[in-house]
């Protein structure tokens, strides 16, 4: 019987202090008469439980900045700031903004609601120059992204014949190769993660088992984090000797990356003699010679997985808005672009972003630091000394519930956008680039001709 895809999410709670964003001061002369205790909706203000005659101190990390409690103080005595410990918190594109909507999605596993209303920036790097097109705003029904009619965000990896052949019959000639069907578009890349206890691993493995996701392991680490390639979802990362390796593997595994692109074409047929059918991926680190190599990788990979730095970039080059576009249309023009998978990973910081990659040529979304920053990591990159956030000591189902939570969030605003478009299934955004607006697109249509086309090209 058809059943609907569906994330079981549970609030849970953090293992660590919340970093509120504002922090509320009330000063010496408050009078006590508790009206912001009446105006804050998010119970801020409270009296205090041994003296109700007087005000307990605000808990800050509740403010949403709504300003009620100002504007109604009798006495003017309460004050609002952006507090300092959160606008340390992050590095690079993990923004402050960004390291709290993440922990507050794995908290909930809600969509974010912002109180007073989105005050950011409108553009930036990377991600941040292009926006989705919701201009139709096409509702699939009016009864929003969870009714009656389906929006799939289901992915195929696999590779696809480049046509189909039939015989006089209409019976299919063209054999079919292995495909792995996920309903999410993300993955769970474990080998470039900060921490990797016990703990953690196995909350991840628990997380892909209840998303029905996958999760790149290397080869070497599968024992050690108490994983078992029999379970169908761990992907091998497999080195030189991957002929040899995936020999001893089990049937479950139907799905295997070689640790970089060296002697693809050797290293691939290693593979397909130790066991035909296996859906082999190379990953390939993104720089600036890789588009040159794409196509040759393409004809040999089925899954080429883009590896871009921690800000999402090519090392030292172009963010991957811009290079996943170029990749995109270089294997269109070469005929080859549906044959072959593309993962792209590094540097995916916001659940937008996985749309945004998408649109910009990728099949699926690789999920790192994300996963981190969702058990509490800040992104300060101190792991060495104290982690704040515990990590190393953190239980597998709080990971479990944790991740399971970010990853629902993320999905129920994939669907929004999908939704708003009037696209009813992931799979159609792909390489879709007339679905998003480029600043620098924006920018030439609105100023070139006032600036006789000097604006950034
Ligand atoms: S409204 Fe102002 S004076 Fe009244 S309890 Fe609150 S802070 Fe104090
Ligand atoms: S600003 Fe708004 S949310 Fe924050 S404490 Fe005051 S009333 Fe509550």
């Given at each position: 019987m058809y059943e609907r895809y569906h994330i079981?999410?549970?609030?849970?709670?953090?293992?660590?202090?919340?970093?509120?964003?504002?922090?509320?001061?009330?000063?010496?002369?408050?009078?006590?008469?508790g009206k912001c205790e009446r105006n804050c909706v998010y119970g801020?203000?409270?009296?205090?439980?041994?003296?109700?005659?007087?005000?307990?101190?605000?808990?800050?990390?509740?403010?949403?900045?709504?300003?009620?409690?100002i504007a109604g103080c009798p006495q003017r005595a309460l004050t609002i700031s952006v507090g300092a410990e959160f606008t340390s918190l992050g590095s690079g594109g993990w923004t402050p903004q960004r390291v709290t909507t993440v922990w507050n999605e794995s908290e909930t596993g809600k969509v974010p609601v912002f109180g007073a209303g989105y005050r950011g920036m409108f553009s930036g790097p990377g991600y941040d120059a292009m926006w989705t097109d919701m201009s139709e705003i096409v509702r699939p029904t009016r009864d929003g992204i969870h009714g009656r009619e389906h929006i799939s965000t289901n992915v195929l990896i696999c590779r696809n014949p480049p046509f189909l052949e039939f015989g006089p019959k209409g019976e299919l000639l063209t054999p079919m190769a292995e495909s792995i069907d996920l309903p999410v578009p993300f993955v769970f890349d474990l080998a470039a993660l900060k921490e990797s206890t016990k703990g953690i691993m196995q909350g991840l493995d628990q997380a892909a088992k209840e998303l029905h996701t996958l999760l790149m392991v290397p080869v070497d680490k599968v024992e050690a984090y108490g994983m078992d390639l029999s379970s169908g979802r761990v992907v091998p990362i497999v080195g030189d000797d991957a002929g040899n390796e995936v020999s001893k593997m089990p049937e479950q595994v139907r799905f295997i990356e070689l640790s970089d692109a060296n002697r693809l074409k050797e290293r691939v047929k290693a593979v397909r003699a130790a066991r035909g059918g296996m859906i082999v991926g190379t990953r390939v680190k993104a720089d600036a010679e890789l588009e040159s190599r794409l196509v040759d990788i393409a004809c040999e990979a089925d899954v080429i997985h883009v590896l871009f730095d921690e800000e999402g970039r090519e090392s030292g080059g172009r963010y991957a808005r811009d290079a996943?576009?170029?990749?995109?249309?270089?294997?269109?023009?070469?005929?080859?672009?549906?044959?072959?998978?593309?993962?792209?990973?590094?540097?995916?910081a916001a659940a937008e972003q996985v749309p945004k990659s998408i649109i910009c040529g990728t099949d699926v979304v690789s999920l790192d630091d994300a996963l981190m920053v969702s058990l509490g990591c800040r992104m300060c990159h101190s792991c060495k000394g104290e982690c704040p956030a515990d990590l190393a000591n953190a239980p597998s189902e709080y990971v479990k519930g944790r991740v399971v939570?970010?990853?629902?969030?993320?999905?129920?605003?994939?669907?929004?956008?999908?939704?708003?478009m009037g696209i009813k299934e992931v799979r159609r955004l792909r390489g879709e680039t007339g679905r998003a607006i480029f600043q620098e697109d924006a920018e030439r249509d609105s100023f070139a001709g006032i600036f006789r086309g000097d604006v950034i090209g």
């Open positions: 079981h999410q549970e609030v849970t709670a953090p293992r660590f202090r919340p970093v509120p964003k504002f922090i509320i001061q009330r000063a010496g002369n408050c009078i006590n008469c801020v203000h409270m009296r205090r439980d041994d003296d109700p005659r007087r005000m307990a101190d605000p808990l800050s990390q509740f403010c949403k900045d709504c300003f009620r409690c996943l576009r170029s990749y995109h249309k270089v294997l269109v023009k070469a005929g080859i672009r549906d044959e072959v998978t593309i993962i792209a990973g590094g540097g995916i939570n970010m990853a629902n969030a993320w999905r129920d605003q994939l669907l929004e956008v999908l939704g708003a």
